[in-house]
């Protein structure tokens, strides 16, 4: 966008990373839904198309904000007129520097987990966001067992209703359908595909696309495709390498059967993971997918910032940090303007793509002098993903975010096929969630938008029998 924008100017892109994340196939689904891939991507191809970029591949050492320099890892530095850090967040690790605790959230990680698990009998996996509902469905010939802190799986997108539809898709058999890798990998070396190093956990890539599990060839060592185990509402409390869980003189459990309680483990494992509720399981890793943190630190020290409570940076409603001429875009950022009442800021790559070409509008229209207004995508929380390979929206206060007790829930579900839940207050639509093919979508986006009186439907705005579609068109 700034590229296109200031031709004459240059304009650097320092990033850690020897590729570059692009945005493909993009489908706008409706007003604020949209739908695309993420794909990595050689940074020579961005400077091929915009001849005034120029990329620069190190790590960012310091920030001089009074000086407007950076300085990175390579020694160089750079004087900028105008800077927007997008550096995005790390994933945060139960216990750091653990060898047997993967955190997962670049592609780097995917692979090494990968990795892993082609050895692997049993994993623990721990959290209860996106990436960790994603891994538990498409791991297959591995036991699994899932702790997660709240009652019920993908708190952070949907209720216990929604977790309650979902669940039998884990117990099913999978159909084994070959997917074509869609993630082109490119090395440092070039085009011929040398061992990569794995990557330190200190060392960021870019974040995970939304179909980042595609052509990963998640299996584990035994036949059977899900075995997955969940123990809720507890958290880690202490990881035991093998030898200090033999001088502990405690029992370990076998995975649970449906019918009865676990076992004492016969099996000497490489490393146990004690849980909050007293059991004990030994496995062979444990991933870490507990969410994320700003990736902030390169740039705090020497610069006075004003952080937001989530570690992030603040940014006013023209993603304008605290300091003059640096903006914030992404995972990095905290929205700190006054939100519409039916958004909210969640990092992911929807609200990260919307972030970075408004911030790249805020930067262009200071530069000129002009101004310029909210951008569309802030009205209405909206985003589009699979789970457990339905298609899930979810829209607005979907979860009755910040609603407290006065709010009502309307729900319709056929098993097997759709779950549609709309969050209501004072008659008005506030939020809903739809999962599977229910061609709702646009028209509960715009009834949310506008703030309709729907009272008078009562419990008919969910009759499956009523096309509402009509109603509101």
């Not at 997917?179 to 794995?198: A, V």
């Not at 509008?361 to 993903?385: N, P, Q, R, Y």
């Not at 509960?444 to 509402?468: C, K, R, T, V, W």
Request: glycine share 8%; proline share 4%.
């Amino acid at each position: 966008k700034l590229a296109m924008e200031f031709p004459s100017e240059d304009i650097f892109l320092i990033t850690a990373s020897p590729v570059i994340k692009a945005v493909t196939n993009f489908k706008q689904v409706s007003k604020t839904l949209e739908e695309f891939d993420v794909e990595e991507q050689p940074s020579s191809l961005l400077e091929k198309r915009y001849p005034n970029i120029k990329v620069i591949q190190s790590g960012v050492k310091q920030l001089k904000s009074d000086e407007h320099k950076i300085f990175t890892e390579d020694g160089e530095e750079y004087t900028y007129e105008k800077l927007c850090l997008c550096a995005g967040a790390k994933p945060k690790l139960i216990f750091e520097g653990n060898p047997y605790v993967l955190g997962i959230r670049d592609t780097d990680s995917a692979q090494a987990f990968q990795k892993n698990l082609a050895q692997s009998e049993r994993i623990v996996v721990v959290g209860n966001g996106g990436i960790a509902l994603e891994l538990v469905y498409e791991i297959q010939g591995c036991e699994v067992i899932w702790a997660i802190k709240d009652k019920a799986i993908g708190n952070t997108f949907f209720d216990a209703g929604a977790a309650e539809f979902l669940i039998p898709k884990l117990t099913a058999e999978k159909q084994e359908t070959p997917i074509e890798c869609k993630r082109t990998k490119y090395t440092m070396e070039g085009s011929e595909e040398k061992e990569r190093p794995t990557a330190a956990p200190d060392k960021l890539g870019g974040a995970l696309g939304p179909d980042w599990h595609e052509g990963l060839y998640l299996k584990g060592t035994k036949e059977f495709s899900h075995k997955v185990h969940i123990e809720i509402l507890c958290e880690v409390k202490k990881i035991h390498l093998q030898q200090e869980f033999i001088q502990l003189q405690r029992t370990s459990l076998t995975f649970p059967k449906e019918e009865k309680n676990a076992e004492p483990d016969e099996v000497l494992w490489p490393v146990y993971v004690e849980l909050t509720n007293g059991k004990i399981y030994g496995c062979d890793f444990i991933v870490s997918a507990t969410g994320v943190v700003p990736n902030v630190k390169p740039f705090l020290d020497g610069n006075n910032f004003a952080v937001g409570e989530d570690g992030g940076l603040k940014v006013d409603k023209h993603m304008h940090t605290s300091l003059p001429d640096i903006y914030a875009a992404g995972d990095i950022c905290t929205a700190s303007w006054e939100p519409s009442p039916v958004w909210h800021q969640m990092r992911l790559w929807t609200q990260a793509r919307q972030m970075g070409w408004y911030a790249a509008k805020c930067m262009v229209a200071d530069t000129l002098g002009e101004s310029i207004d909210m951008d569309f995508s802030f009205e209405l929380f909206a985003h589009v993903t699979k789970f457990f390979n339905y298609k899930v929206v979810v829209l607005g206060k979907y979860n009755a975010q910040g609603l407290g007790l006065d709010h009502e829930l309307m729900l319709r579900c056929t098993k097997g096929q759709e779950y549609v839940k709309v969050v209501m207050q004072n008659g008005r639509m506030m939020g809903a969630v739809l999962i599977g093919e229910t061609d709702l979508e646009e028209t509960f986006e715009n009834l949310i938008l506008n703030q309709m009186d729907l009272s008078a439907y009562g419990e008919d705005l969910l009759n499956p029998d009523i096309d509402i579609e009509d109603y509101f068109d």
